[in-house]
């Protein structure tokens, strides 16, 4: 599925629509965080990712557990 986010109109289609929620979620934060216009390492966006992923493990703990 190929389109634009929406907000930056860069093409985001390698993100499917179908990936699983908790993959979504770091993805998402990940690209928001390495996007800001003050993030000057990809450790800080994938550091923001990562204590995002367990935020929602907490708030949704069935949903699509890891392996």
């Not at 499917?16 to 690209?31: G, K, M, Q, Y």
């Not at 995002?52 to 703990?61: G, Y």
């Amino acid at each position: 599925m190929s389109g634009t986010d929406g907000l930056s109109g860069k093409d985001e289609g390698w993100i499917s629509r179908d990936v699983p929620s908790r993959e979504r979620a770091w993805l998402d934060t990940w690209i928001a965080v390495a996007t800001a216009s003050n993030c000057n390492s990809a450790t800080v966006a994938t550091s923001w990712a990562d204590i995002c992923l367990k935020e929602f493990d907490k708030r949704f703990p069935n949903k699509e557990p890891a392996n």
